[in-house]
């Protein structure tokens, strides 16, 4: 027995569940349930669907690039039954689904830290705009002074530019 991917959002089908369509020229589409059936039909694209494994990887979402996914792919090599073998793939499946969680725990821990320092940016510029709400003379100080900082910077910055382009055009 194998356990199917659906052809729309790449959930798992298990044996006896899910719907098969089969095109005009003999290629086999399955689907895990009949709303990935339903907009397969209406020719939607799964990168554009948000609650697809394919939007979420096209996204950065999902993990993509990983050697832990090339031990899942489908192999269609008949193998003679040896016993040693299985025993081998299975310990080896075992620790490739250790490793596998591992980088996936790292990925989204950084994706979070990486959300968690975008707002926090976000929440400073906010402040920086609306210093005037602020009621505290300590952070008002702390956010002028930041905000003297970056204009400086951006000026640094907008100056060095400007003496490549004259460079550039000499």
């Given at each position: 027995?194998?356990?199917?991917?659906?052809?729309?959002?790449?959930?798992?089908?298990?044996?006896?569940?899910?719907?098969?369509?089969?095109?005009?020229?003999?290629?086999?589409f399955r689907f895990c349930r009949?709303?990935?059936?339903?907009?397969?039909?209406?020719?939607?694209?799964?990168?554009?669907?948000?609650?697809?494994?394919?939007?979420?990887?096209?996204?950065?979402?999902?993990?993509?690039?990983?050697?832990?996914?090339?031990?899942?792919?489908?192999?269609?090599?008949?193998?003679?039954?040896?016993?040693?073998?299985?025993?081998?793939?299975?310990?080896?499946?075992?620790?490739?689904?250790?490793?596998?969680?591992?980088?996936?725990?790292f990925f989204w821990k950084n994706?979070?830290?990486?959300?968690?320092?975008?707002?926090?940016?976000?929440?400073?510029?906010?402040?920086?705009?609306?210093?005037?709400?602020?009621?505290?003379?300590?952070?008002?100080?702390?956010?002028?002074?930041?905000?003297?900082?970056?204009?400086?910077?951006?000026?640094?910055?907008?100056?060095?530019?400007?003496?490549?382009?004259?460079?550039?055009?000499?």
């Amino acid at each position: 027995m194998r356990i199917e991917k659906c052809y729309f959002c790449s959930g798992p089908i298990y044996p006896g569940h899910g719907i098969a369509f089969v095109r005009n020229d003999s290629k086999m589409f399955r689907f895990c349930r009949s709303k990935c059936h339903r907009h397969f039909k209406a020719q939607h694209n799964p990168r554009k669907t948000k609650w697809t494994k394919a939007y979420r990887k096209a996204m950065g979402k999902d993990m993509t690039k990983d050697t832990v996914f090339e031990f899942e792919q489908k192999r269609n090599e008949p193998l003679k039954y040896n016993r040693d073998l299985y025993i081998n793939t299975i310990q080896a499946m075992k620790k490739i689904e250790k490793i596998k969680l591992r980088r996936e725990t790292f990925f989204w821990k950084n994706r979070v830290n990486q959300q968690r320092s975008k707002n926090i940016n976000g929440l400073e510029k906010e402040l920086q705009n609306n210093i005037n709400l602020v009621t505290d003379k300590q952070i008002k100080q702390i956010l002028k002074n930041k905000k003297e900082v970056n204009q400086r910077q951006r000026q640094a910055a907008r100056s060095d530019l400007k003496e490549k382009l004259m460079e550039v055009e000499k």
